[in-house]
């Protein structure tokens, strides 16, 4: 989780030819805009950490927070599936909130539920490995 905010910054400081202030400062606004959303988006620590993604017939519903506040929302693009991962995006009155879903993580039903209603399918690996 880390290794690509290491990354940036080595990348930021070593690979450019700016006075080392200047490289310093590249390297810390990377550095502090990287734990920012580390820590609301991967960790859910924060009043807009996404903790609960809803859905019905009436639409999509994120709960914010520790304490889960409701805020209705509607999905930004198809996402994007890697694995068993999702990579959702929402808008909100409140602006863009990103959400990862780890499948291994999450009750199967549910997660294919999510699936189907985002519209997303199994790779053909995957469901050739399944018909067989």
Do not use: K, N
Not at 2 to 9: H, S
Not at 17 to 38: E, H, K
Not at 112 to 126: C, E, N, Q, V, Y
Request: proline share 5%; with cysteine.
């Amino acid at each position: 989780m880390w290794t690509w905010l290491v990354l940036a910054c080595a990348g930021s400081f070593a690979g450019v030819a700016l006075p080392l202030a200047t490289r310093l400062c590249i390297c810390a606004v990377i550095a502090f805009q990287g734990i920012r959303v580390i820590r609301r988006d991967a960790w859910l620590l924060g009043p807009r950490a996404v903790r609960v993604v809803d859905w019905s017939g009436a639409g999509w519903t994120l709960g914010l927070g520790p304490e889960r506040r409701s805020l209705p929302a509607t999905p930004v693009g198809a996402g994007l599936r890697a694995g068993t991962w999702l990579i959702l995006r929402f808008r909100s009155a409140e602006g863009i909130h990103p959400v990862y879903v780890d499948g291994g993580r999450q009750d199967e039903r549910a997660f294919r539920r999510l699936s189907r209603r985002l519209r997303f399918t199994a790779p053909a690996a995957s469901r050739a490995r399944f018909t067989r």
